[in-house]
């Protein structure tokens, strides 16, 4: 098996968590916080955004922090993930800026000194895109709304761009340095594409099952793969369309063609479980983790979280169930072989 050990993200205080594929815990936090929900495990430690902080907690408990220092960005609070960046880190953040609260629309990559390199606001990105082709966006941005709801973003050194998931909207794909936006990829019947013709060419042609309140972007063997929930959307205007729900949650690989603007599925895995918020899907080796974060949370039956790994031929390798919502929300494998302690 291409894993041993998980860690698991939890909306819960206790913080991170690594377990062993028997489901038996192997490591915690010493001193549980709800600050460290959102991390990302890297050569022995743990790198968490803790509010204005960015926290380096090695597994032998020690902690270094540093004060995240922005020019534009005050009141920064994390949200979902952390994250590789180009250089630095990725952070996903409500902020203020210029007055303004903006939720959860805000990626900012800071060095390891918490040090901002950049960010990109998408209400910005987007407004401006909109209003370059004489439409108003006031429709579509919501200051002070959870209009946008990023809950992943990754980097691809292949041409220099970031790929953030947009629950609400869609998957889009925007140049690092230009942060001009080369693609969209999502649920045509909502309000994004419905009633904003100059994203429409943006929108890329495919003939598989788009993205809807899609999780957990990851780029293997150069194509895109995520968590397809099949949820419409929450928080969309009054009277704007909300796109369709699907009967279960899928997990996908897709292979873009840029020029050609399309999206071909090349592995679809359907287990007939509906998940409809959190959760996620990685790749190691030849196999798969699948994290089904809310299963049942939509109708009467006890909410329960799956825990699922798969070979390439779809054979179960193990599976954990625990009780609960989103606990954990995302579920990534680990590598406590030859560590080195920082």
Known sequence: MAFSYLHLENNTDQGPIIVD???????????????YRYALFEDGRFVIQDNDELVYLSLTGDEK??????SQLTQIRPHHETSKGKT????????????NNLVESVLLEVDQNGNE?????????????????????SDFIRNGIDWFHMNSAIYSPD???????SRENFVVKIDYASKKMKWLLGDETKHWFVNHPSLQPLSLTSSDTKPIGQHA??????????????QLSFNQ???????????????????IDESSMTADATW??????????CSSVYKSGDNYLITYSAVDRTNDNPNRVVIRAIDSSELILFEIELDGTCQPWNTNYVELSNLTYQ
Do not use: C, Q
């Open 268 to 277: 679809i895995y359907d287990a007939g479980i509906f998940s409809d918020i």
């Open 237 to 255: 205007p009054a009277g704007a369309p909300t796109g369709i729900a699907l009967a279960s949650s899928l997990a996908m690989s897709f292979a």
């Open 65 to 70: 922090r540093f004060k995240i220092t922005s």
């Open 117 to 137: 390199i950049d960010h990109w606001d998408f209400g910005e990105i987007i407004s401006t895109h909109l209003t370059e082709n004489s439409e108003d966006p």
């Open 159 to 165: 041409d220099d761009s970031i790929i953030v998931s």
């Open 21 to 35: 594929v028997d489901g038996n815990v192997r490591w915690t936090a010493n001193t549980p916080t709800g600050a």
């Open 88 to 99: 630095g880190y990725f952070l996903n953040v409500d902020t203020t800026k210029n007055g």
């Open 217 to 230: 972007l990851s780029i293997v063997n150069g194509e895109l793969m995520l968590f397809n929930n099949g």
